[in-house]
């Protein structure tokens, strides 16, 4: 089935937004101005901020340790009785969240306002408006959710289909290994690792891993995903994508391995800036290593450097952009 909730499908917000929209109409909503799309991970600062909410009507008091558990269950069981609205705690806890910051404290609001400033810095809040003026205000920044291709630019995008949620339980790791031949032309091998850790769902994680890459790439290794469908390589978007399912369950570790030729050259004697592109709601560990052609000796700030090699390790919970030039040794 193709519904409302499987419309945040796409790694750009306004292909999701633009069809959250057509569907929600169809549905019998009224037409929009524009989305904003936020993940979990604001909601529960703020509760840490201005404290707990009292849901009387559901029989419990939602705070920043339980918000999670506590919504997917709801969600989930009345799902599964056929419960025909079983996200109303939702529309029934936003008017109550603010108006718990509206009456805060002086310093609680201010707490909120660095939260959502931090949250617009994260991904965790994104806009999409229909008019072009607004959307000019967002356009080209990380508050727009825009996946944009560029010549060194890759990305992992996991997209949870299993309906009971564990996506906040995968702890993910993407160990991107560049070596580089002596005209700049890079072989990639892209090693992704997403452990389930279980601490919020008992249930496996059922996911579709779509990873990025800059269009033109010939694929050459493909590994570690599901076999009961057939791993895809497609463009889309700028991009060349390698897609398939990668199930894992509960305190399980499943390791995809993507090898391939990037099509665009790296400068030897001049200044590159590779991008990692995150995805809303993630914190990926990401570690990077490059090794040079002969002659050659990568420089990276923050990096560790080991003859012709240069290795960089960080957490992407924003997209991160890396300076990388070559000294001659």
Do not use: C
């Not at 920043?64 to 806890?93: C, H, M, T, W």
């Not at 944009?148 to 702890?171: A, C, Y």
């Not at 570690?224 to 305190?251: A, I, L, M, Q």
Request: charged share 20%.
């Amino acid at each position: 089935q193709w519904s409302l909730q499987n419309v945040n499908w796409y790694p750009s917000l306004e292909e999701s937004a633009t069809r959250f929209q057509k569907y929600y109409e169809r549905s019998g909503g009224p037409t929009t101005d524009g989305v904003i799309a936020i993940t979990i991970n604001p909601v529960v600062d703020i509760l840490r901020a201005v404290g707990p909410i009292d849901m009387p009507e559901y029989g419990y008091t939602l705070t920043a340790e339980n918000f999670q558990v506590l919504i997917q269950n709801d969600q989930y069981q009345k799902g599964a009785a056929g419960d025909a609205d079983p996200k109303k705690i939702l529309r029934d806890f936003a008017p109550k969240l603010v108006s718990k910051i509206n009456t805060a404290t002086a310093a609680q609001k201010a707490d909120v306002a660095k939260i959502l400033a931090g949250a617009v810095a994260h991904k965790d809040v994104t806009f999409f408006f229909n008019n072009e003026k607004a959307q000019s205000l967002v356009a080209g920044t990380v508050a727009s959710g825009e996946y944009s291709p560029g010549p060194q630019t890759i990305g992992v995008v996991d997209t949870n289909l299993g309906g009971r949620k564990s996506s906040r339980d995968m702890v993910v790791e993407a160990n991107q290994d560049l070596e580089l031949s002596g005209t700049g032309k890079a072989n990639l091998t892209l090693t992704v690792k997403r452990y389930h850790n279980g601490e919020t769902s008992a249930d496996a994680n059922l996911n579709y891993t779509r990873i990025y890459l800059p269009k033109g790439t010939k694929v050459t290794e493909m590994s570690g995903f599901s076999d009961y469908n057939p791993v895809r390589v497609y463009d889309e978007d700028g991009f060349t994508v390698v897609g398939g399912w990668t199930d894992t369950k509960v305190y399980e570790t499943r390791t995809i391995v993507v090898k391939g030729h990037l099509p665009n050259r790296l400068e030897l004697g001049g200044t590159n800036v590779l991008t990692y592109l995150s995805q809303p709601g993630t914190a990926v560990t990401r570690t990077l290593k490059i090794t040079a052609p002969d002659g050659y000796t990568p420089v990276v700030p923050g990096a560790t450097i080991d003859g012709r090699s240069a290795t960089l390790t960080d957490v992407a919970s924003s997209d991160v952009k890396t300076r990388v030039e070559f000294r001659r040794q």
